[in-house]
């Protein structure tokens, strides 16, 4: 079989050359069609169901993190009216630029205005400041506005965020440079302007990606130096590097043929081609070298092909098999890096046996360097003898430091730890890494995590509320930022109406509420059609993390406690035999709100009963015949007051009077009457304002009763937010849990941060299948092509401990296993294994004529300068992804580089004492 192949080859030399070279004028103009696209949403089948209902959600919402970008514009003082009239100019702009779809910032929020006739909420662009003074109150206004403060202006109040959200047919750059062409000439004397958001993301990605497929260029050149001080001959130095050449354009050719985009992956592909082709045609050229010290040049092109044909097909079937196992995992990036990956060795391979075959036929050398015989008296075969003799002399001292190596390289190898977030892939020093931690430290994320809420009435309070309380829970979460929602907008104007910074509990007053949102766009817009799906959304500071999965999934599991299913009870329609019952539902939405903000509950069963035990008791048990009661009653009746003209001071004597004598309220009307000379009706109309002024201090009262209960229970004082949650005590409404409730809701995680937490969780099972398919693929091949169980698992052996060894490498310099890394376990058992192929397959030759000792000595300053000429190649090589703009890239080459070198040290020095200890049917045919 061998022999025809051989005899095929130099026959056909000619027409073969030609083909090969009208193969890469073709692949050449395909690459002409090379597109580079990284988007997290496409790594996944569109069919996959957290991808249809992300798309769903954002088609009925909009936001499409793939369509959103940031702006943000600092200033040393943000509220001078030039500089708001600055932004307020660029977010015009920004509107009528045709690539815009929408555009948010701080001057469309809704802003409550107190009028002459009572509360009106307009957009803060129809109350613009006129001068600085009213830029100075406009600061204080929006830096106590939750709808606002850390999520369109800085906590700090100098840095203005505007978001985007562009139409779907626009590439990154080409938006990257229409942004830019619009806020340049406006922004003034701006401190920093950062831009941000997955489509420039993209076209960060894209110009590193394409900077990264350039790097080919400088592999290419450190390649062509080794090849010199390998070969020393024009043709040892060019025509491996022409392999790996050829085999990179036909793999990009195939990649642009298929109508496939280049990702951050397959940006790496031709420094990975370049570096790890060239092995085969150092095999062959080394071999054929060796071969005309004797035969002529048709025969030793036979001779090589005949002897070198099975070791490189081998070498590169388990090095496809190593790429090819990483297409278990289902990510599209890994999937299609391994097969692209896969094709390309398979080009190599045939590269090197017909490329390589036939112009050696055609162009024979001349001369042959002396260094290419086993015999040579190089540096490199001097230091491979040296190496044999020390295996021999040493081999106790060899086996024990394997042994202190492999137990240290297990130690570290635990403390490895995966995270694949995006600093972790593009390392802390990349522009893109930098701008996402500035809007990080500004904003509290850049990404977002939405929970889409589905009732038959999303304005329900109990719906609301459970809105909230994620929202609250969502922020002890260090992965987490700022929630946002219709909740924000409501609580904001119940507390300018009613005093209160909580969610009514009344529907009627929920209606009241929303009335004033009148035809805000952003308002209206966070409700879907008929009230019945709204969104939460929760800002992250990383699209995917270990930090973020872990908040994920607790947030899952703190959104599967709550009642999906309740029914609502009007306390004033129930028996107050009963009503202790249902005071423990609205005490269990207290405690639960409480726990939600990150309160820890000690004794959750004593605080439950006193709480319990304050809502049941009567809101006159708290009334007060002091000066400050009685003030503070005046204060809530102040506009009544003000509207007759009297000083409340005249008040004081007669409600002191009135609450410590219990009077009626019949003699409160008189009293007004004959002490503060009012008519019947401004009496009664005065007499009821303070009964209902009254009413209103004794909850208040109530509540501050029960926040200092809490305080005691709890041993901790309440913030201002955490002690409005015991208003709920004076509900009206009980919502409690029933399977068969009318009142029904369901919570959902969406968003990138989860599909890309799917994505990663998918790589990391799937890399653990590929590298165990990996294992077992190659293994099976070994033996089947030795022929032998025993020495098939022995040639394992070495890059086994180098992979062991690389992770306690991993261990020691605190390298995470991330996208890149993950990969490089698969890669090295099926191109780290060519090492011990050559090897084997040289030694079993070898031991056919001389006894094992010759047999390892010839084989290792035969094939084993082959082999270390190889490593140190493509070490070299794939040493340069090391200057990769992406970190993981950069890590990954050092790694790949890192261990082809262990598996030459492993397999030179480990692999020979194994082999003495095989009994070989080859030395039986010694005669």
């Known amino acids: 079989m061998m022999r025809k192949l051989a005899n095929f080859i130099t026959k056909y030399a000619r027409p073969i050359f030609i083909v090969i070279i009208l193969i890469t004028i073709f692949a050449g103009m395909q690459t002409r069609n090379l597109k580079i696209e990284d988007d997290v949403t496409k790594y996944i089948s569109e069919d996959d169901p957290d991808i249809k209902f992300y798309s769903e959600v954002v088609e009925k919402f909009g936001g ?24 307020k100019t660029i977010t015009e702009k920004l509107e009528d630029a045709p690539f815009i779809k929408s555009v948010n910032s701080f001057l469309n929020m809704p802003k409550i205005i107190t009028t002459d006739v009572g509360l009106e909420v307009k957009d803060l662009v129809e109350v613009f400041p006129e001068s600085d003074v009213e830029a100075k109150e406009l600061k204080n206004s929006l830096l106590n506005d939750n709808l606002v403060r850390g999520k369109f202006i800085s906590e700090d109040g100098n840095v203005a965020l505007i978001m985007v959200e562009t139409v779907h047919d626009i590439e990154g750059k080409e938006l990257k440079e229409g942004i830019e062409n619009i806020v340049k000439p406006l922004k003034g004397q701006t401190l920093q302007v950062y831009y941000f958001g997955m489509p420039l993301i993209t076209a960060e990605i894209s110009e590193g990606s394409w900077d990264t497929m350039k790097l080919a260029i400088i592999a290419a050149v450190v390649i062509l130096l080794v090849l010199y001080f390998c070969f020393r001959s024009f043709r040892g130095i060019f025509l491996p590097l022409i392999v790996a050449i050829l085999a ?18 397959i940006s790496a592909m031709p420094v990975l081609m370049i570096s790890l082709a060239t092995a085969y045609g150092i095999h062959f050229i080394s071999r054929y070298y060796e071969e005309r010290h004797s035969l002529e040049p048709v025969k030793a092109v036979n001779k090589t092909i005949r002897n070198i044909f099975t070791p490189i097909f081998m070498s590169a079937l388990t090095t496809m098999a190593g790429f090819l196992s990483l297409t278990a995992a289902i990510v599209r990036p890994m999937t299609e890096f391994g097969f692209f990956s896969t094709m390309g060795i398979f080009f190599a391979f045939v590269l090197a046996t017909f490329l390589l075959g036939s112009f050696f036929t055609i162009f024979p050398p001349a001369k042959i360097h002396e260094k290419f015989s086993h015999e040579a008296n190089d540096l490199i075969t001097k230091l491979l003898r040296l190496t044999g003799q020390s295996i021999l002399k040493e081999k106790k001292v060899i086996l024990i430091a394997v042994l202190i190596i492999v137990v240290i390289s297990v130690v570290f190898g635990t403390r490895v730890k995966t995270e694949s977030s995006i600093e972790s892939r593009l390392g802390k020093d990349n522009k893109i890494v930098k701008t996402m931690n500035y809007f990080n430290e500004k904003f509290g994320g850049t990404d977002f995590l939405y929970v889409y809420t589905k009732s038959n009435n999303v304005k329900n309070p109990y719906v609301l509320r459970q809105i909230k309380k994620i929202g609250n829970y969502a922020k002890q979460f260090p992965a987490l930022g700022e929630p946002s929602s219709i909740t924000d907008f409501l609580i904001q104007l119940n507390n300018t109406m009613e005093n209160k910074n909580i969610i009514p509990a009344s529907e009627e007053k929920i209606d009241n509420l929303w009335f004033f949102a009148g035809d805000n766009e952003y308002i209206t817009s966070m409700i879907g059609d008929n009230d019945k799906d709204t969104l939460l959304q929760i800002r992250t500071k990383e699209m995917t993390s270990a930090a973020l999965e872990q908040a994920i999934n607790q947030m899952e599991e703190f959104i599967e406690n709550i009642p999906k299913k309740v029914n609502k009870i009007e306390l004033s329609k129930v028996n107050e035999e009963t009503k202790a019952e249902y005071y423990g539902y609205l005490v269990d939405e207290i405690i639960s709100s409480l726990e939600a903000k990150n309160i820890k509950i000690k004794n959750k069963e004593k605080l439950r009963e006193e709480l319990i035990k304050i809502a049941s008791t009567p809101g006159s048990e708290f009334e007060k015949d002091t000066e400050e009661f009685t003030n503070e009653i005046l204060t809530v009746s102040s506009l009544e007051i003000e509207d007759l003209g009297i000083d409340g001071s005249d008040l004081v004597p007669i409600l002191i009077e009135y609450i410590r004598e219990k009077k009626s309220q019949d003699n409160l009307t008189r009293e007004l009457m004959e002490k503060i000379e009012l008519s019947e009706d401004d009496a009664l109309y005065l007499q009821k304002a303070l009964e209902d002024s009254k009413k209103i201090v004794q909850d208040r009262e109530k509540v501050r009763f029960a926040q200092t209960e809490t305080e005691k229970l709890i041993g901790e004082n309440l913030k201002d937010e955490e002690k409005d949650i015991l208003w709920y005590l004076m509900d009206e409404v009980v919502y409690i849990p029933d399977d068969n409730g009318n009142i029904e809701v369901s919570f959902q995680l969406t968003g990138i941060p989860v599909i890309s937490d799917k994505i990663n969780n998918s790589l990391f099972r799937g890399q653990v299948k590929s590298l165990i398919a990996a294992f077992i693929a190659v293994s099976i091949m070994l033996m089947l092509q030795f022929g032998s169980l025993v020495l098939g ?135």
């Open 248 to 265: 990179s354009f036909w793999v990009l050719g195939f990649v642009a043929s298929t109508g496939k985009s280049v990702t951050m992956m």
């Open 64 to 87: 499409s993190q793939a369509n959103m970008s940031m702006i943000s514009l600092e200033y040393e003082d943000l509220f001078t009216l030039e500089n708001l009239e600055r932004v």
């Open 793 to 927: 698992l022995f040639a394992m052996i070495p890059i086994t401990l180098t992979i062991i060894t690389a992770f306690g490498v991993m261990g020691l310099l605190n390298i995470d296993l991330n996208i890149g890394t993950i990969m490089v376990a698969s890669i090295a058992i099926g191109a780290g294994i060519d090492y011990t192929i050559h090897y084997i397959s040289r030694y079993k030759n070898e031991l056919k004529r001389r006894s094992k000792i010759e047999a390892m000595k010839i084989t290792l300053t035969g094939t084993g300068r082959a082999i270390v000429f190889n490593s140190i190649t493509v070490a070299a090589g794939v040493f340069v992804l090391g200057f990769s703009d992406f970190g993981m890239m950069a890590v990954f080459g050092k790694l790949i580089g890192s261990v082809m070198l262990l598996s030459v040290v492993y397999t030179l020095t480990l692999l020979p004492i194994l082999l003495n200890n095989i009994k070989f049917k080859e030395e039986a045919k010694k005669k």
